[in-house]
């Protein structure tokens, strides 16, 4: 049984490890990974078709535990406790629920201290007694419903008949129903860069580069050391070199060496071309959800790779969501009305759709390529293909919700035609 201290409007852990409102999603599917002997059956709940609509939440059934996150920011928002035997629970190190400790009113009372009068719903029957970031729900019996709102502490009950809490909510602010995902914690950067913006670099609907806006770990005035959130602006363009990269966004979470490119077939005159001695490769940054792609020979930026992070997708919780702002431009013949005569230009994010973005764009001339991705170890995806299509220098793969995965940029040759070159990541 989890033994864990309740932190309100902050976390639940112990001292090994903690759940801390505001923490990305892969890093608290990696505390599980990390403590797989204690914590077991873990479920991810999304929903497939509108996953930008419905929480994203973690349930650790065994343990009577759900981790609630934010669909749009995937960053924790509730920490919920909604089987209260299954989990040992102390405040400030003493317990408050345990196998020998019910956690009655009298009990959370002495525990916590005085609040405001609980909140009474006649029609779930329960009594929510609040306190800032911290919630307990209460189960009141029909013969015990109140006639007039003065808080739990005016009911009656009979000896050994007090109620218990039935659930416990850790959440940030007054109200657990306005409640939201609190910014990204300065104990969950781990020294590592996080994008809070990515704007796409382009003129006359080519890509020229990269424009990140990042959030990294910095230091205050003084003379402590006092750990702060700093934002830096990088910029990272086609034909830089590795040093140029590394001195603009730092060591990569992994460098990847592409054996082989699966999709060269879709590209011009693809069997004359003969098999290098050497092969191209990936800096692999996953808190930023980009990959950069380097020319084998030249060792320069060739491809840049943006990860949404969808649930349902191959790589989902591989990659931070990449906030990108992508501006494309319709290409309309010379003369041809628009619909929209003072807007010709479409700022495509993480959350558009395939067809919002296909509307405005010229229209693929080819069918899209169907991806199918698998591992070494498991020839199955259960996901799903996805498909790409290439547009002007970009390429969107398609998720078969219509959720963007990912998009490719990469420096277009004029003497070549356009084709769908998309490179895979193991």
């Known amino acids: 049984m989890l033994d864990l201290e309740v932190v309100p409007e902050r976390s639940l852990g112990n001292e090994q490890w903690e759940f801390v409102l505001g923490m990305p999603f892969y890093q608290a599917v990696n505390i599980l990974k990390r403590q797989d002997r204690l914590i077991k059956a873990v479920q991810v709940w999304y929903s497939d078709q509108n996953p930008l609509q419905m929480d994203l939440?973690?349930?650790?059934?065994?343990?009577?535990?759900?981790?609630?996150?934010?669909?749009?920011?995937?960053?924790?928002?509730?920490?919920?406790?909604?089987?209260?035997?299954?989990?040992?629970?102390?405040?400030?190190?003493?317990?408050?629920?345990?196998?020998?400790?019910?956690p009655t009113i009298e009990q959370i009372d002495q525990s916590f201290g005085a609040t405001h009068p609980g909140v009474y719903n006649s029609?779930?029957?329960?009594?929510?007694?609040?306190?800032?970031?911290?919630?307990?729900?209460?189960?009141?019996?029909?013969?015990?419903?109140?006639?007039?709102?003065?808080?739990?502490?005016?009911?009656?009950?009979?000896?050994?008949?007090?109620?218990?809490?039935?659930?416990?909510?850790?959440?940030?602010?007054?109200?657990?129903?306005?409640?939201?995902?609190?910014?990204?914690?300065?104990?969950?950067?781990?020294?590592?860069?996080f994008v809070e913006c990515l704007e796409v670099l382009r003129e006359h609907n080519v890509t020229k580069g990269l424009k990140f806006i990042l959030v990294t770990e910095g230091n205050g005035p003084g003379k402590l050391?006092?750990?702060?959130?700093?934002?830096?602006?990088?910029?990272?363009?086609?034909?830089?070199?590795?040093?140029?990269?590394?001195?603009?966004?730092?060591?990569?979470?992994?460098?990847f060496y592409k054996a082989e490119d699966k999709m060269k077939i879709h590209s011009p005159d693809a069997h004359k071309r003969v098999k290098s001695r050497w092969s191209d490769f990936f800096f692999n940054y996953f808190t930023m959800g980009v990959d950069i792609l380097f020319d084998a020979n030249t060792h320069q930026v060739k491809k840049f790779l943006m990860h949404t992070n969808y649930?349902?997708?191959?790589?989902?919780?591989?990659?931070?969501?990449?906030?990108?702002?992508l501006p494309a431009v319709v290409d309309r013949p010379k003369g041809e009305r628009t619909r929209h005569p003072s807007?010709?230009?479409?700022?495509?994010?993480?959350?558009?759709?395939?067809?919002?973005?296909?509307?405005?764009?010229?229209?693929?001339?080819?069918?899209?390529?169907?991806?199918?991705?698998?591992?070494?170890?498991?020839?199955?995806?259960?996901?799903?293909?996805?498909?790409?299509?290439?547009?002007?220098?970009?390429?969107?793969?398609?998720?078969?919700?219509?959720?963007?995965?990912?998009?490719?940029?990469?420096?277009?040759?004029?003497t070549t035609t356009t084709a769908v070159n998309q490179p895979l990541l193991c």
């Open 123 to 193: 029609e779930k029957q329960l009594f929510v007694l609040n306190f800032r970031g911290l919630s307990f729900d209460f189960p009141i019996e029909s013969k015990f419903e109140p006639r007039y709102a003065h808080g739990l502490g005016s009911l009656q009950f009979p000896n050994g008949a007090s109620p218990v809490v039935s659930r416990m909510c850790i959440y940030t602010g007054n109200s657990l129903a306005d409640t939201r995902a609190p910014p990204l914690p300065i104990t969950c950067f781990h020294g590592n860069c």
């Open 57 to 102: 939440v973690l349930n650790l059934s065994q343990d009577g535990i759900k981790l609630i996150f934010d669909p749009v920011s995937q960053r924790l928002k509730i920490i919920e406790v909604n089987i209260m035997s299954k989990v040992k629970l102390k405040y400030c190190g003493v317990h408050f629920n345990a196998p020998q400790i019910q």
């Open 311 to 325: 649930p349902g997708h191959y790589n989902f919780n591989m990659y931070c969501r990449c906030e990108f702002k």
């Open 225 to 255: 050391l006092d750990p702060r959130k700093k934002t830096v602006e990088r910029i990272v363009r086609f034909g830089d070199s590795c040093q140029d990269v590394i001195s603009a966004l730092g060591c990569p979470s992994k460098v």
């Open 343 to 414: 807007e010709d230009e479409l700022i495509v994010t993480a959350y558009h759709k395939w067809e919002d973005v296909q509307e405005w764009l010229v229209k693929p001339q080819e069918r899209p390529v169907i991806l199918n991705r698998s591992s070494s170890t498991n020839t199955s995806n259960p996901f799903g293909s996805t498909f790409c299509y290439g547009v002007q220098d970009m390429i969107f793969e398609v998720m078969q919700n219509h959720h963007i995965a990912s998009v490719t940029l990469y420096q277009a040759q004029p």
